[in-house]
């Protein structure tokens, strides 16, 4: 069939204007945010590609169902249709709202992990980890190899890898309460996990006991990569698709934030109640009575009416196209990205399209800067301003050690921005690739004791 363009499979019925500054206004921001692009106001944005997380458009469906809400504080009706809908997409009976992802976590992980567990996964997510090492446990990321390979064109990077999974669990026997898996890998560059390996690690957690926990904030897009690229999986309906991916597992944690297409929510679902009563104790404490868990049930509504709308293929079919679209765009123009495109998000290889700026003058932040200052554009460095670490040698001189990777992350949010927007972008992006050498590198002049990139400064 002839490759037609790409066109967003729905209407528009609400607009918000876009702001357009001038590159000396843009800089005047810039300076006065200290180089750091979570200083700087959404005014003073064009293109807002900082994360996918909580971004979506709202549909007609959703703001309707708000509209109908339940808001009573114990036994509303929204609560049952938004369990009985988490029970049809994913066979989970047992569901927990919370207020959102890293609230799931923080609950899920209170009741279960303790002081010297140990949690693997593909990669853990920045909040998982922070959350599972709180409680005094490690987080640990068992990725298969090419999925560090930010060249690698391998389709399901984002698998986690059977033969370091089972030699961890045989040597950690006793220390594991729970296995994960995150769908699709937001830290390996968005990357997905097939349905073959999904089978393969619950059969490993499976043999050593352990409870299996998938991490499902994009679990739509992770099947809509599953039925386009897994052999004989084609035919199948993405709804079938997901649902045999939570068949493998005991559980999940959600943030609603992404493929439940909702501006804000999370929750927790289980098949069986082993752990059901403590957890709600626990969620009673700090997130609110279970039939609302710290959300207004208008929310739960949202996110009932989201889970069903994210499974239409055409949505997921336009979806998956956006990325892939901007990052082989990227490519013809000469900005090398992590091959091959993740389902939210693009992620820029700072490293190698700027080798002329040494890792200790972070080239991903330089990068980010500068399409900010290009095209208004905001995204996110993963890279050494964000990882990168001072150590003190033992001659007392301090030595920088730099990330793995420098990487710019362009999250798309959901239904929000157009195929013509996404063509101006790379229209101006052409400049900053012919004129990449004009680009210079940063300074830290502030840097905060945790989570740098958050409030960071450089010149
Ligand atoms: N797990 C994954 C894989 C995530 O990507 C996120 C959030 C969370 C858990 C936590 O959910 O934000 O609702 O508390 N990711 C966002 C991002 C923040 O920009 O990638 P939350």
Request: proline share 5%; with cysteine; hydrophobic share 40%.
């Amino acid at each position: 069939m002839k490759k037609r363009t790409i066109i967003e499979p729905f209407k528009i019925k609400m607009v918000e204007p876009l702001t357009f500054l001038t590159r000396d206004e843009r800089k005047r921001v810039i300076d006065e945010a200290g180089n750091n692009l979570f200083l700087i106001k959404s005014e003073h944005v064009t293109f807002d590609f900082l994360t996918d997380s909580g971004t979506t458009a709202m549909s007609a469906a959703q703001w309707g169902a708000m509209m109908v809400a339940d808001e009573s504080y114990a036994g509303s009706r929204s609560f049952e249709r938004f369990r009985a809908t988490v029970e049809k997409v994913m066979g989970f009976s047992h569901v927990i709202p919370t207020h959102q992802g890293r609230a799931a976590e923080r609950v899920f992980f209170g009741q279960l992990v303790k002081s010297g567990h140990k949690i693997p996964s593909n990669n853990h997510f920045d909040t998982t980890r922070a959350n599972i090492e709180f409680l005094g446990a490690e987080a640990v990321d068992l990725v298969v190899e090419e999925g560090k390979d930010p060249a690698n064109p391998a389709p399901f990077k984002g698998n986690l890898d059977p033969v370091k999974l089972e030699k961890f669990c045989a040597e950690n026997r006793g220390k594991i309460p729970i296995g994960m898996i995150t769908i699709t890998n937001n830290t390996g560059g968005g990357q997905p996990v097939s349905m073959e390996n999904l089978r393969q690690v619950a059969s490993i957690y499976k043999k050593y006991g352990i409870p299996f926990i998938i991490d499902a904030c994009r679990f739509a897009e992770n099947s809509m990569f599953i039925k386009t690229r897994e052999a004989e999986m084609g035919s199948r309906t993405v709804a079938s698709i997901a649902r045999e991916t939570f068949d493998f597992a005991d559980g999940c944690l959600m943030s609603a934030k992404k493929d439940a297409m909702s501006n804000i929510g999370g929750f927790i679902a289980l098949r069986d109640d082993r752990w059901l009563a403590d957890l709600r104790n626990l969620l009673i404490l700090t997130e609110g009575f279970p039939t609302y868990g710290g959300l207004a049930a208008r929310d739960l509504e949202g996110m009932a009416v989201g889970l069903i709308e994210v499974l239409d293929e055409n949505y997921l079919t336009y979806r998956l196209a956006v990325s892939s679209y901007f990052s082989e765009q990227l490519n013809r123009i000469g900005i090398p990205t992590m091959r091959p495109a993740g389902g939210h998000a693009v992620y820029i290889d700072a490293k190698a399209f700027l080798p002329h700026i040494p890792p200790e003058q972070f080239p991903g932040q330089a990068l980010a800067v500068e399409l900010y200052l290009a095209e208004g554009v905001r995204s996110c460095e993963i890279g050494s301003a964000m990882f990168g670490k001072f150590t003190t040698e033992s001659s007392g001189a301090k030595k920088f050690v730099p990330a793995a990777m420098e990487l710019v992350r362009l999250a798309f949010p959901r239904r929000v921005y157009t195929q013509s927007q996404f063509d101006y972008i790379i229209e101006g992006f052409e400049e900053i690739a012919l004129n990449k050498d004009r680009i210079r590198g940063l300074k830290l002049v502030y840097d905060p004791p945790y989570l740098r990139h958050f409030t960071a400064r450089f010149a």
